[in-house]
């Protein structure tokens, strides 16, 4: 029906924050292309997007054919897209543009026992396939199972999913070490309006991460307060599974 684009901004000594929504629908074709200014603090931010010839894979993120551009008091600070040539001749900027890292991606999928995406832990690695498999009781065990592929090799696999409903453990991806976390309580015991949340979060020490609390939006918040750890090398990736009745 289609797409949207939204970028959040926060001052968090002074408590401000702002933000710059569009709803692209198909029939707007004016908001595909477009600029938005305000002021944050002391600071004047400058929102520039193209997205009028982007082309769209199967997820709802443009592949190529667009940009996005974050400018502050004059200084060109985010660069997202294929098109710097024409994001700089937008903006009126000169000189090489940042270099843009993935720190943290959110995706929302459904399904009634299985749940595939894609997922790049490394920006010079490849892509991968993640399955996350929910099995039912039936006659081959009492109690449902959990278990998470990555390009079809099995990762991690629950028995006992009954009273490890929540639980983290750590694999290897492109010779990274990844902490997994589960949380399918609201799967077993509220189907009618829970969903399941699974992260999977890049590391480079030994130490391994551990929920810091139960709920699955406390967890959330704190990864994303672990703002001191170099973003070109940890990534962490979460997932919404909505169970289809």
Same mark, same amino acid.
């Given at each position: 029906?289609?797409?949207?684009l %939204?970028?959040n901004f926060?001052d968090?000594?002074? &408590?401000?924050?702002?933000?710059?929504?569009? =709803?692209?629908?198909?029939?707007f074709?004016?908001?595909k292309?477009?600029s938005?200014?305000?002021?944050?603090? +002391?600071?004047? /931010?400058?929102?520039?997007? =193209?997205?009028?010839? @982007?082309?769209?894979?199967?997820?709802?993120e443009?592949?190529?054919?667009?940009?996005? @551009?974050?400018? @502050?008091?004059r !200084?060109?600070?985010?660069?997202?897209?294929?098109?710097?040539?024409?994001?700089?001749?937008?903006?009126?900027? @000169?000189?090489p543009?940042?270099?843009?890292?993935?720190? %943290?991606?959110?995706?929302?999928?459904?399904?009634?026992?299985?749940?595939?995406?894609?997922?790049?832990?490394?920006?010079?690695g490849?892509?991968?396939?993640?399955? /996350?498999?929910? !099995?039912?009781?039936?006659?081959?065990?009492?109690?449902?199972?959990?278990?998470?592929?990555?390009?079809?090799?099995?990762?991690?696999?629950?028995?006992?999913?009954?009273?490890?409903?929540?639980?983290?453990?750590?694999?290897?991806?492109?010779?990274?070490?990844?902490?997994?976390?589960? $949380?399918?309580? =609201?799967?077993l015991?509220?189907? +009618? &309006?829970?969903?399941?949340?699974?992260?999977?979060?890049?590391?480079?020490?030994?130490?391994?991460?551990?929920?810091?609390? &139960? +709920?699955? %939006?406390?967890?959330?918040?704190?990864?994303?307060?672990?703002?001191h750890? $170099?973003?070109?090398?940890?990534?962490?990736?979460?997932?919404?599974?909505?169970?289809?009745?």
């Amino acid at each position: 029906m289609g797409h949207g684009l %939204s970028v959040n901004f926060d001052d968090d000594p002074s &408590s401000r924050q702002c933000a710059c929504k569009i =709803d692209m629908r198909s029939w707007f074709f004016w908001k595909k292309r477009g600029s938005k200014a305000f002021e944050l603090g +002391s600071s004047t /931010i400058e929102v520039h997007w =193209d997205l009028f010839t @982007a082309k769209y894979g199967p997820g709802p993120e443009p592949i190529k054919g667009f940009f996005v @551009a974050v400018i @502050a008091d004059r !200084r060109l600070v985010l660069l997202l897209g294929d098109m710097p040539e024409e994001a700089q001749t937008r903006t009126n900027l @000169a000189g090489p543009p940042p270099e843009a890292v993935l720190v %943290s991606r959110k995706e929302h999928v459904s399904g009634k026992s299985l749940y595939a995406t894609k997922a790049q832990f490394t920006g010079c690695g490849r892509a991968h396939d993640i399955v /996350i498999e929910c !099995r039912e009781q039936n006659g081959e065990f009492r109690e449902p199972r959990l278990s998470v592929r990555i390009d079809k090799k099995m990762v991690v696999h629950v028995k006992r999913l009954l009273w490890k409903f929540r639980g983290n453990q750590t694999i290897v991806v492109d010779g990274l070490h990844v902490d997994m976390l589960w $949380d399918v309580h =609201d799967w077993l015991f509220n189907p +009618s &309006s829970g969903h399941a949340v699974f992260m999977f979060r890049t590391r480079e020490n030994t130490k391994s991460w551990v929920p810091t609390s &139960s +709920s699955s %939006s406390s967890s959330v918040c704190a990864i994303n307060k672990l703002g001191h750890e $170099d973003p070109e090398t940890v990534f962490s990736l979460f997932i919404y599974a909505w169970k289809n009745q």
